[in-house]
């Protein structure tokens, strides 16, 4: 294999140890991504340069002009501490006119908003939960279209921020305070979609011209809660390593009736491709239900 220089973008505060050695599971997690990404890369061979990057670009353009890397591995999710700009560094990336990974700006723009993303989407045909969006500063009202329950969180925010067991409402009355908790703390609109019960699964896409649909992982809930508990990502059951390992929530291949690594569940992913019109590498996030 090739030697390459890569220069990989992330969170300054994220920016890993060369070993975990007196880490701690929780401390460990906060940059364990990053930590895998680097050292892999390094076992594979590889020149490799992390960069902590958060408020100016002038740091990667030195880095490019001056470590000249191969290609630039992106890990950041926001700049200026606003996710809404992650595309942009992907477009600056363009226009320095250096390879790098992940999606490109027109893909990562488009699922910036959940809506216009189902929006999309059930235009391929690919079935989507009923919705509808609540801007801030609005009165807040279920159309009687939106049958209860709904599941209720940001527009824009991902990694399951601000989703608890509380996001899952039954009344109307419930339904109004979330979406004013997701207005409030959050700062940005609601989407309220249906809920359905059912199994949380992730895919892996790959590929620009010839895309490479990956297996099936699946997020296994243990004991979460309880019986009366609904099996959703929140943001403690995504990121609190304790809480993880106490109720025994862990990540696998997704195995049994109704998953398949081909067929329908792959025409999706394709389809989900051709309707971003994306030259990149992205996840779908999917959701199995009898």
């Given at each position: ?168 409402v039954d009344t109307d009355e419930k339904f109004v305070e979330r979406v004013a908790f997701v207005h409030d703390s959050l700062g940005t609109a609601a989407i309220a979609e249906q809920y359905i019960e059912g199994r949380e699964l992730y895919v892996g896409v790959l590929g620009n011209n010839r895309v490479k ?78």
């Amino acid at each position: 294999m090739r030697r390459h220089r890569i220069l990989v973008l992330m969170h300054p505060d994220c920016v890993p140890p060369d070993s975990t050695d007196g880490y701690t599971a929780r401390e460990i997690n906060a940059w364990k991504t990053e930590f895998d990404v680097v050292t892999t890369l390094r076992a594979a061979g590889h020149d490799v340069r992390p960069l902590g990057v958060q408020e100016e670009m002038g740091p990667v353009r030195d880095e490019i002009e001056n470590f000249k890397p191969h290609v630039v591995y992106q890990l950041l999710e926001e700049f200026h501490y606003a996710t809404a700009y992650d595309q942009h560094i992907a477009s600056y990336l363009e226009l320095m006119k250096i390879p790098y990974t992940g999606c490109n700006p027109r893909g990562l723009i488009l699922a910036r908003g959940k809506d216009l993303s189902k929006t999309l989407v059930h235009h391929r045909r690919i079935a989507v939960p009923a919705f509808a969006v609540f801007p801030m500063r609005r009165k807040v009202k279920r159309p009687a279209r939106l049958a209860l329950p709904l599941i209720v969180k940001s527009l824009s925010e991902d990694g399951s921020r601000g989703i608890s067991q509380a996001s899952i409402v039954d009344t109307d009355e419930k339904f109004v305070e979330r979406v004013a908790f997701v207005h409030d703390s959050l700062g940005t609109a609601a989407i309220a979609e249906q809920y359905i019960e059912g199994r949380e699964l992730y895919v892996g896409v790959l590929g620009n011209n010839r895309v490479k649909v990956l297996p099936v992982w699946e997020l296994k809930f243990g004991k979460m809660g309880g019986d009366s508990s609904r099996h959703i990502a929140t943001e403690k059951a995504k990121h609190d390593t304790s809480y993880q390992e106490k109720v025994g929530i862990e990540d696998g291949p997704a195995t049994g009736a109704g998953v398949a690594n081909s067929g329908r569940g792959r025409r999706h992913c394709l389809a989900r491709t051709q309707t971003r019109q994306e030259s990149c590498d992205f996840r779908l996030d999917k959701f199995l239900c009898d």
